[in-house]
């Protein structure tokens, strides 16, 4: 990547995180996702802060800090119970609106957050869109105990390779990336993933959960609608 090709992916990150934030009204509770294209609707909410007074819930530790150093108020997920809308970015997006996230180790939290949204939101430059999941690879947070009988099992679902990170989640859990070919089938691929013992939680987010998708390029943000607003 040239660096006119970086500088223009992240004014796209800024650009679809910017619109994004327009969707939040005053008084509204805001799931605030992870990542460098989300960071820019914690920005632009933050700019706001005072005008929105919004209640917000963060996916993760760094986004946490970014929004109360924004001067947003954050609570715990316990203590919001339900959000108006979470805004989160993603790694890959296909043309159902399936992702894959996970790519920074947040996506068992981000899954809950946005799983207590009525409206989930979903922010990418327009390099994160693919035909069919699975050339990113596919996050796993797992548990310590028998890391590599987890392994076994994902490549027994067809995984070619399955890595192990030496990040680790704000669980305390460990991170797997697992690489399997194109997958045709992300809904049966997110269940049997789930039925793994020692699998925390995969990065495989359902089209179905998602209402929005802003993408950037240099033509601008375009809105596409997310599996469940179809
Ligand atoms: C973190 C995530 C992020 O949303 C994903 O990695 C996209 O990040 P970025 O906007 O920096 O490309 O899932 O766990």
């Known amino acids: 990547m040239t660096g006119t090709d970086t500088s223009a992916a992240d004014a796209a990150k800024e ?3 910017r619109a994004a934030a327009a ?3 005053p008084g509204m509770r805001v799931g605030l996702g992870t990542g460098s ?3 820019w609707t914690i920005v632009a909410l933050g700019e706001r ?3 929105l007074g919004l209640t ?5 530790q760094r986004t946490h800090e970014l929004a109360t150093g ?3 108020r954050v609570v715990t997920p316990d203590e919001a119970r339900r959000l108006d809308i979470t805004i989160d970015g993603a790694d890959e997006v296909d043309e159902a609106a399936n992702l894959t996230k996970g790519g920074g180790g947040a996506h068992t939290r981000e899954k809950i957050v946005a799983a207590m949204a009525d409206r989930f939101v979903v922010v990418v430059d327009g390099s994160k ?3 069919r999941l699975g050339p ?3 996050p796993l947070e797992v548990l310590d105990f028998a890391p590599a009988v987890v392994a076994d099992a994902v490549a027994a679902l067809g995984a070619v390779r399955v890595e192990r990170s030496e990040a680790r989640s704000d669980n305390d859990n460990a991170l797997l990336r697992a690489y399997f070919p194109p997958i045709e089938d992300p809904a049966a691929l997110a269940a049997a993933l789930a039925a793994i013992p020692g699998i925390v939680e995969h990065g495989i987010f359902l089209g179905t959960t998602v209402d929005d998708v802003f993408v950037a390029d240099v033509a601008g943000v375009r809105r596409r609608p997310g599996g469940r607003s179809r």
């Open 37 to 39: 294209t989300v960071h």
């Open 15 to 17: 650009a679809a995180g």
């Open 70 to 72: 924004l001067g947003l």
């Open 56 to 60: 917000c819930v963060a996916t993760s």
């Open 136 to 138: 990113f690879g596919t």
């Open 49 to 51: 802060h005072a005008e």
């Open 23 to 25: 969707l939040v009204q």
């Open 129 to 131: 869109l693919v035909p």
